[in-house]
T-cell receptor, first 112, second 114 residues
Framework: SQQGEEDPQALSIQEGENATMNCSYK?????LQWYRQNSGRGLVHLIL?????REKHSGRLRVTLDTSKKSSSLLITASRAADTASYFC????????????FGQGTTLQVKP | KAGVTQTPRYLIKTRGQQVTLSCSPI?????VSWYQQTPGQGLQFLFE???????NKGNFPGRFSGRQFSNSRSEMNVSTLELGDSALYLC?????????????FGPGTRLTVL
């Protein structure tokens, strides 16, 4: 079963705009990660945020985590056409497991 | 370092056949996880192997099995294929240390069952 739900399911923006995607999960977590997937290919790891962290940055990406609300958000600033992809959040409940539970994903389209 | 590799990339089988997929993790990574991705169910965890032992298993029937070799390469096998097994099968590897659970995915094997 899916751990998380992502919102929105689809997002269409113009190049240069910011894109915000949200993820909610159901149980306590150890880490939360965001991945990108281009057109049915493998997943690319974007960023990992630990349960004791509240915000993390990586380039144009900003991730927040609110464990009290069991939610996370991914912000992509100054989006580019190359950011067009599906974005997934994934959680794990323990550091001693290779099991990730994925959300359903947000499909982002960035129009040039 | 070379990334995670999966072979074959594409596979077409018929119902009732069996299939074996292969995954080579990043050098030094000892954990290999397998996932199934379908439009209806999304990404679902199949199983994880660590040091040749299955450490975690998802909610899939016994037709799905796997193994890991001493060099950390892993295979998964699906027997008696069903139409619903058509999916993208992804493997991911991770290593020990601070970013233990940061998983690196291969390009996937696209399995079509006719």
């Amino acid at each position: 079963s899916q751990q998380g739900e992502e919102d929105p399911q689809a997002l269409s923006i113009q190049e240069g705009e910011n894109a915000t995607m949200n993820c909610s999960y159901k149980t306590s977590i150890n880490n939360l990660q965001w991945y990108r997937q281009n057109s049915g290919r493998g997943l690319v790891h974007l960023i990992l945020i630990r349960s004791n962290e509240r915000e993390k940055h990586s380039g144009r990406l900003r991730v927040t985590l609110d464990t009290s609300k069991k939610s996370s958000s991914l912000l992509i600033t100054a989006s580019r056409a190359a950011d067009t992809a599906s974005y997934f959040c994934a959680t794990d409940r323990s550091s001693n497991t290779g099991k990730l539970i994925f959300g359903q994903g947000t499909t982002l389209q960035v129009k040039p | 370092k070379a990334g995670v590799t999966q072979t074959p990339r594409y596979l077409i089988k018929t119902r009732g056949q069996q299939v074996t997929l292969s995954c080579s993790p990043i050098s030094g990574h000892r954990s290999v996880s397998w996932y199934q991705q379908t439009p209806g169910q999304g990404l679902q965890f199949l199983f994880e192997y660590f040091s040749e032992t299955q450490r975690n298993k998802g909610n899939f029937p016994g037709r799905f099995s796997g193994r890991q070799f001493s060099n950390s390469r892993s295979e998964m096998n699906v027997s008696t294929l069903e139409l619903g097994d058509s999916a993208l099968y992804l493997c991911a590897s991770s290593g020990a240390g601070v970013t233990y659970n940061e998983q690196f995915f291969g390009p996937g094997t696209r399995l079509t069952v006719l």
